[in-house]
């Protein structure tokens, strides 16, 4: 009997840390996202930042939901940094409603890899160019940032309904009188889920980027867990999804500029936010 505990030990650890579905919203479709065991909704748990979140991002992007530990909420309204992986769930307003076949999808996904393989620095520049007054009008204060040398995407894994990829990106912000650089780090994923195109997003704190196997594991588990759900009943195997997508620059391109992009305006949003809670504790960033 002893020799069996060992195993039924494992077995709750297995289970305590799978995912629990969290219903989300996308374009009239729930999606049931597998969060990890003991994760909570930034839109419950922490509203103001959950909207200050959405603030920072391109008006393009939708923030369906973001997930942090409880007690890196905690933190954050504190305005210290957090101190695990965090997630955040995006779609395309233009492209939220729009059902995208499979065979859409397959047929753009070449265009979304070579276009991670060949960014350009002005366009990508050109793209992000009213970063800074955006921030800086969240903050209450001037915010300045550039971009080190813009290393590629690293394409990791594809399969039939997801794309991903992880990036560093050396970043040096200024926030008033107050100068940093740092490196960002994340994993992201560009996946169709129940025919909507979903970006999930891993975040790791810049001080453990030593670890980019731990935040490819994370996401995989996330995205895995959506790629799974089975696709909605009622899509025709001919529609034109596709077309709906963010095309300034070709629809492929233009999402993947999204992808790169709100990497670091996600990670420069939350320093942004904890630099203001430090200095009123008991206020926050206009939201735009």
Known sequence: MLRWIPMLAALLLVTA??????????????????????????????????EFSQAALPEGNRLVEAFYLPEDIERL?????????????QTSRSAENAAITLDEWQD???????????????????????????????????VEVRFGELGMPSIYEEDERSLRFQMVMPVEMRVGDSAMNMEIAAAGAVALVRNR???????????????????????????????????AADVDTAGDGIAALPDAQGPQLRTVYLLIGVVVLVVVALLVWAAHRRRDPGSRPPPG
């Open 197 to 231: 195109m979903l970006y999930i997003y891993a975040f790791v704190p810049a001080e453990r980027i030593d670890s980019t196997e731990r935040i490819r594991q994370r996401l995989d588990r996330v995205v895995d867990g959506l790629t799974g759900v089975a696709p």
């Open 108 to 142: 753009a996904r070449p265009e979304l890899v070579a276009g991670m393989q060949r960014m350009d620095r002005e366009q990508f520049d050109e793209t992000y160019g009213n970063a800074n007054a955006r921030l800086s009008r969240f903050a209450g204060n001037e």
């Open 77 to 89: 309204k504190r305005g210290e940094a957090v101190q695990d992986v965090y997630f955040q769930v």
């Open 17 to 50: 840390a799978r995912a629990a579905p969290v219903p989300l919203e996308v374009g009239g479709e729930t999606i049931p996202f597998p969060a990890d065991a003991g994760y909570v909704r930034a839109s419950e748990a922490a509203p103001e930042l959950f």
